[in-house]
Each structure stands twice: as structure tokens, then as C-alpha cells.
């Protein structure tokens, strides 16, 4: 008996050691690295000296100098990738899986082996992986679970000179666990943008400067019309592209050649994208093939943008987001066209949300651009703005966190649990006041409690990436049946008013938006003309609903934007309910208090009580006045509610609705106690709440 147990248990250890021997050879008996002639590959010698001697080293070079597809086959060919993963992040989930695609192709595996990546909803990693490619979103998730990253041996973070909020936090939680982590190497790679603050953040870590191997770049200013209507903007720009496009053809035929090399156009978003490549196929242009490139296209799709040769003829337009101005690289690119714009999402200190809005980009941001098409011979570029434009511009783009609502910041650092944002290492702390609105904020939506911790409402609102006032509104109408009004308010909040009201026109304007307003409520409004544009929009073609708008004072682009919008929040909400049964949505329509209640819930600061006139007493104090321009103006009802407080001669409550102050006191009880010992406005609130039962 004994001797069979023995036997048994040699047998198993054998059977171990032979899984290990496997596992070892699988890692280490690989055929030798090989390295493309780049700039990166020319500077290995001493980018490995730094790695070894360093436990953070800052790299920075010009894009397409071989950072991102190198570092990785570097670490590798140290013996890094062994003990642990060698964790790369980039901050897009288009880049994270084609670079990962590309360097498992440089090292002849397929992807799933050696190197495999991870994004939201889709992952290919296997055991022998060594290099695994992620969002930064998904290694700042990790840290929840392993708080000392303690699978990976070393960590690549790409692209840190975008300073997202993810990278910032990044930078933060990283600078934090070294100590405890010395076996820990991390690399930053950033463009050649402030380097200094990197390396200062890490102890004077040291910095490598790659020099980039760059052809000139012939930069041609065509600027755009400059018109005032936004629908009239859209159009000129889809003009400008056309014509630029155009002029490039001609330029290579003039010259008597065929096709020398592929156009890349730059455009704010996926919207405009489709509308240009829609414009472009139906243009006559000889053997081109149109290509938009952005996240939500397929696999297949994308994979077509980075497969020259493949069943493509002629010239290839390549139409991108910003995704291809550093993380990833289009080959075969000659020519660039750069509309200077991008869809940059920031914080509004006037009206309190946060918004998407189309920004014009950085200086350096335009350059990297242009760069894009001298990377393997000379190139052209055609900026469609002026050069003095060009020179107005900020020299760079500011970080995230310089351009976010500090509510939703630390909303974000509370559920990752990255501790107390006062004290968390940031690169760029933010200013103690900002911190101080932002606590009050999520105290007034009930997402953090007395005690700044975060609550239940709390959890579902860090899922919402909106406005937390506006996330608020949604959970709220989640519990109330009413999640279809909410959801269309709430995206018309998040976007500008798509109704137009041209200064000479301002009483046809207004005749026009009459004929679907609510008599109490400018949110019902919304619903209103949604319902009505729903209609319009299945009977008619796109020409003619864009006449429609015209004729109705309505911006079609605006109005796609809110339908955009809209989708986006509604495929969110789908994933939340797949969670939490009770976020449910039903189709019968609300009712005016379901609504409002749930509005509400994200407004109570924006409550006011009738004084004198169209002149209201608000939160702490503040007076204003209702904005002229909405339907309850005339009755001036003793309580409202506005979506935006705007101060302008005066500060001007817009987006009203008339409310019962009985709502707020089931909404708010938190504030109402708390400012009982306050001789302020709240307690005034709180007796005629009281009188009025
Ligand atoms: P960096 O990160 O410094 O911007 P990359 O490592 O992304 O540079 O790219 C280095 C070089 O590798 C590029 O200049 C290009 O020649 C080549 N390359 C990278 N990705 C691809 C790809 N998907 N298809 C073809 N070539 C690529
Ligand atoms: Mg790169």
C-alpha cells in the first residue's frame, strides 16, 4: 500500500516537472529577434543598459520611430517576460489590438501566443503569453484586484503625453507601489512633449531621446469659408475635403506619374468620417478606395486599413479620428489633410456640464498630423485653415484632468479605490478648492456620504461616462419607469441645443419652435421634438430632412449628434440592466412628475423660488433670472428647476420646468438636515416645504 502511494505521488511530480520543463522551453527556446531598421533598433544597446540599471526609465522619440513595436521585443530579448507579463498600455482599444497584432507578426507567432491583448469585452491571452497589450482603462481595473500588479514584470506605459485621466492615474498608482514592488521595471514613452515632468515625477528617472527619422513635409494652407451656421460649417469642410483630395490626385498626375502613395485625413469623428467617405465614393475620383478607420468598425474592416496591397488598386483615402495622429501607424501614407479639428471632451465652469465638444487641436498636435506623412519619403500636407490660424493655437493640448469635473474625477478615484484624492501623487495635482465643489457635488447627487464614501448611487453613477449631474438624472429614472424620456433629455443636455435661433431671424425662429414646446417644461420639449424628428426621419430621405431642418430652424448635424449621443447612452444602460435587473425601461409614456422627479435628482442645487418678477432666490443665496427665450417665462411658476444656471449680464436660469418643492424633500433629506444650523437659503426651503403639506 504504502509503496503504490509513493508511486503514485512520484509519478505525479514527474508529470509536474515535465509541465514545467514545457513551460520553460516554450519561453526561452525561441528563435533569435529580430529588429527592422528604426531608430529605436540603432539606440538598442543603450535603451538596455537603461532598462537594466534603472527601475524607470522615460523614452521619448518621434512617432513611428519604433517605441511602441520595439520596447516590447527589447524587454523580451533582456530575459524580461519570464517571471511575469510585460504589461503594455495605449490608450485606445484600436491601437491596443492592431500593435498587438503587429509585434506577435515581428515575431513570426500568432496573437493569442507570445503576445495577446485585452479591451473591454474581448481578450486574446493565453498561458505562453509574455506580452500582453491592454487600455490603460483595463490595467487601472487590474490595480482593484492586485493592488501591487504583481503579475507583471514590467509595465510599458505608451502614449503618456496624452495625459488622459487613466494615464494620470496611472502615473500616480505606479509611483506609489514601487517601493514595494523593486523588482518592478516601467518604462513611460511619451512624444517629445515635457519630458522633464515625467522624469521628475519618478526621482529623476532618466530620459532616452530618440531623434526621429522624418522626410520634410510641404504644409499647404487651405482654409475653409468662414461662416457662421454650423450645418453650413459641416458642409464647407466636407467641401474642403473633397477639394484637397482632389488637388493631391492632380498634383501626383501633373506630375506624370501614377500613384506615389495613400491620403490620410484627419476629421473630428465617427459621424464625420462616414459623411466624407459617403461624399468622397460618390465623387469621381479614379481608382481610389475610401477607408474609415474608427473603433466600432469591424475587425475585417480595420484590419484592411493596415493590409496595403490586398485586394486594394489605386490610391487609398484613409479617413481617421485622432487615433492615427501618434498610437498607431497607416502605412504607405504620402499625403495628409488635416481639418485641425478633434472631439475633446471638457468640463463647461459656465454651464456646469460636461460636454464633447469639436475643439480646433494644438500646435503640436497639427504637427504630429502633418508628420504622419514623412515618415518613409517626402510628403504633402493641406491643412484646411490658415497659417495665422495655425499660430493662434495653444502650443499644446492641456491634460484631462485640467478639463474634467473634479465630481467625476474623484467619483472614478473612489471606485477604482485609489484612496484619497488630496494625497494621491499626481503628476498635476488639482487645486484643493476645485476638490472641495467636487466633494459638494457628489454629497448634493447622493454618491458620496458624510463621511466622502462612496455609496450605491455612487457606484452606478462612476459606470455612466457622463455628466454626474446628468447620470444622476438616469439612475434616478431608472427607478422611476421612465428611462426613454430621461434618456433623450438627458442626451439633448449633453450636447448644444440643437434648435437654432439666427439673430435677424429670431421671431420665425421662435414661431417655429413653438409648435412643439410643452407649456411647463423646456425637458419635455426635447421629447417633443424627438418624437416629431423620429417621424420625419423615417418618411423622409436625407436630403429632405435636411431641408427640414433648415426650414424648422433645426441643426441636422445636431440633431444626428443628439441621435448619436442618444444610442451611446442607451447601449450603456442595456449593459447596466444586464447587472442590475431593476435598471428596467419601459415604453408607455411617463408621467410629467416621473420625470421631473427623476431630473431632479441631478438639479437640486438649479432649484429656485419665485421672488419678485421673473427674479428667483436659489441654492446658497444665488438670484437669477428665467432666460426669456423658454416657454415657462410667461407663467414664472414659484418653483423651477433649470438644467443650466448661466451667467452672463446676469446670472440666467435656462432649460426650465416648473417643479414641486414636496419632490425635493424626498430627493434631498440629507441637504435639508444638514443645513437646518445654517441660516441659509435651504432652511427657508425647508419651512415652505413644511407650510405647503
Ligand atoms: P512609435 O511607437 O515610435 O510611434 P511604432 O513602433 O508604432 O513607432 O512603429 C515603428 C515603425 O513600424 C513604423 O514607422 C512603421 O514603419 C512600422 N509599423 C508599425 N505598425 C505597423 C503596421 N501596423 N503596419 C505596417 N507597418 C507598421
Ligand atoms: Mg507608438
Redesign the pocket.
Known sequence: DRARKDEKILAHAAEKIDESIQWVEKRTNRDEIHY?D?P?SARRDEITKAISENQVVVLA?E????????LPKICLDLGLGCKGLIGHTQPRRLAAR?VAS?IAEELNTTLGDRVGYQVRFHDQVSDTTQVKLMTDGILLAETKHDRFLEQYEVLIIDEAHERSLNIDFLLGYIKRILPKRPDLKVIITSATIDLERFSKHFNDAPIIEVSGRTYPVDVLYRPLHELEGEDEKAIDMQQGILAAVEELLDMERKQGRGPQGDILIFLPGESEIREAADLLRKADLKSVDVLPLYARLSLAEQNRV?QRGKGSVGTRIVLSTNVAE?SL?V?GIKYVIDTGLARVSRYSYRSKVQRLPVEAISQASANQRSGRCG?VSEGTCIRLFSEEDFFSRPEFTDAEIRRTNLAAVILQMLSLKLGDISEFPFVDPPDNRYINDGFKLLQELGAVDSKRHITRIGWQLSKLPIDPRLGRMVIEASRNNCLREVLIIVSALSIQDPRERPQDKRQASDEKHRLYAHEESDFLTFVNLWDLYEEQRQALSQNQLRKYCLKNFLSYMRMREWRDTHRQLHIICKEIKEQDSKFIEREEPASYEAVHRSLLAGLLSHMGFKQEGKEYLGARNRRFFLFPGSIVYKKAPKWVMAAELVETSQLYARCIAKVDPVWAEKLGPHLVKKNYSEPHWEKKRSEVVATEH
Not at 63 to 70: E, H, R
Open positions: 527592422p528604426l529605436i522619440g512617432t513611428g520611430s519604433g517605441k511602441t513595436t520595439q492592431t503587429r493596415f501618434t501607424t502605412p515618415r
